[in-house]
């Protein structure tokens, strides 16, 4: 049995992506062109992310004393943290990080479970009505958010809620509305769904055998196997949950629920410091940046697979 | 991701053993994996698509002590004559027409430029990928600031005797100046699945056209061209209903203006269906952009259908 489900796990991860393709090597004048292109290209990208973190140590005055030369990019001159320590002045800033933290966390792993034991059924199991559910499902992945969100706004207002105090009606200005609409994904389901199809269905027969029942094999056996997925699909549910800024913006009023992104609103309101506005930038990207760069391999994967993997 | 996409990757599914439990006991157990995901995806997907075409047809507002009134195609003839209407979907229609292949080409570039064997491929790819993973919301603050009239951006430019114009300020360039840098936060995305198509393409192909002596160019042209046609589908469809939903960036940099010249549907929907309360007519807006985002879709069904009739 283990044999087996080695040889599946190696025979369904998914292969990694090697772009260098191994032909000829290039004459040396396209070589050198190609170099210097490569490296316009990156101080595009990158310089204006260094800019913004070397700036988040500089008072603003210095920020704008330096713009015009290449000292924008350098940490020269008088470097201090009081960007940082004016960013926890002015707003509950950990109140904000400890918002975002739970509600990406909450997304992330109700989304697996939930979305996981979807596409379990829909790959592994037999029912009526199993082809119309992911036909639904698939079709409803050409709707952007952004078309229902004014829709779904009117409607989780509505919806029925219970604190200490009793039943009440509307879920603004809660946890549970930044979190709850955003746990069922299609996509996510659809990816599992890709996933489980492509794991042999012998190994349920052999698993049912030994006297399991499905629900067993799900966690058991198909989940074990399903890395991959898993971490496809937690990349790509944490980046919108981090990133979220319409649907916060909109549902949130009070600071005890209000994530990160929302918070970045107050540096914009009266005396605007750029050197403040950069330190927040800088706290609530730098850490997802070592992220990626620490699964970074795991992190082009899962995004190329959004695209055109299968 | 398109159902004409995903359909396409669905069909080589092998036939469905039954299962060895008994059917019956394996619907049940369908039915309740399925279940969390069923009620999420109704309540919070497919009730508000819904009611985004109930709502546009109402006066319904946000909070109001008295329930909705059915008011015929009154928000439609309102939106039609509203100017700021206009020039929102005239906003959201130039957006896209220009982004779509601006980004597109130039992630197309990006993709070539790294996939040869070079030094320090991964290295740049690095680079070119970090603007994604920031938050818009963080990359909006960041060119806000660039894009000041003494910002960065001006400054570099005057070094080289050039008066740069008050890029968000002046109804010319403000449009022109949000597309550059969300260009710039996206690429990334589209080099990496670009990159992904390219390595689908099998080497031998090229190695044959280097036998026939095929120059680069004419390998791109009969190769490489052809062989990303699904990859290029897959991204203008992607790429143009992301460039729809155009709302952060006009949100934190232009507040819609100067004189309407950056306002797109989101944001106008987000003003009459958040700020004014007035769902109904929001709903209306979402509509129209629904109606885009279908055009779109069924435009991309029918050219990918010419194509495999050829």
Known sequence: ?310 | MTPAVVAARLEPSPPRRRGPAGSRNQRTIAWLMMLPAAVLIITFLIVPIGLTFVLAFTDAKLISPRPAQFIGVDNFVRLFENGTFWASLRNTIIFTIVIVPFQSGLALGLALLVNTKMRGTNFFRTIYFLPLVTSIVVVSMLWLFMYQPNGLINSILARFGIQGPDWLGNPATALLAIILMSAWQAMGLHMVVWLAGLQTIPADLYEAADLDGASKWQQFANVTWPGLRQTRTFILITITIAAFGLFTQVNLMTQGGPLNATTTLVYQAVQTGFRQQQTGYASAISLVFFVLVLIVTLIQRYLTRDKEVR
Do not use: C
């Open chain 1, 1 to 310: 049995m283990t044999e087996v489900i080695a040889h599946v796990a190696d025979r369904t991860a998914p292969a990694p992506l090697e772009h260098e393709a191994g032909r000829t090597r290039p004459p040396v004048l396209r070589r050198v062109v190609g170099m210097a292109v490569r490296i316009v290209a990156a101080l595009v990208f990158g310089l204006p992310l260094l800019f913004m973190v070397i700036s988040s140590f500089k008072p603003d005055t210095q920020i704008f004393a330096d713009l015009g030369g290449i000292q924008a990019f350098l940490p020269v001159g008088a470097l201090s943290l009081d960007n940082y320590t004016g960013v926890f002045e002015r707003v509950p800033f950990a109140t904000f990080l400890f918002n975002s933290i739970l509600i990406s966390v909450l997304t992330v792993g109700l989304g697996i479970i939930v979305n996981s034991m979807a596409a379990f059924a829909l790959a592994r199991l037999r029912f009526r009505g199993q082809k119309l559910a992911l036909g639904i499902i698939l079709a409803t992945l050409i709707v952007p958010f952004e078309v229902m969100a004014l829709p779904l706004l009117w409607e989780v207002n509505l919806l029925p809620n219970v604190d200490s105090l009793g039943f009440y009606q509307g879920w603004l200005d809660t946890y549970q509305v930044q979190i709850v609409p955003f746990i069922a994904n299609a996509f996510s389901i659809f990816l599992f769904y890709q996933y489980f199809d492509s794991i042999p269905k012998e190994l349920d027969e052999a698993a049912t055998v030994d006297g399991a029942g499905w629900f067993r094999i799900y966690r058991s056996i198909v989940m074990p196997l399903a890395g991959p997925a898993v971490a496809t699909v937690a990349i790509l549910m944490f980046l919108p949950a981090w990133n979220q800024y319409l649907w916060p913006l909109m549902v949130t009023q009070s600071e005890a629920v209000r994530p990160v992104m929302v918070g970045i609103d107050y540096f914009k309101q009266l005396n605007v410091s750029w050197g403040q506005i950069m330190a927040y930038a800088s706290i609530i990207t730098v850490p997802i940046l070592i992220l990626f760069i620490a699964f970074q391999r795991s992190f082009v994967n899962s995004i190329a697979s959004s695209g055109v993997k299968g």
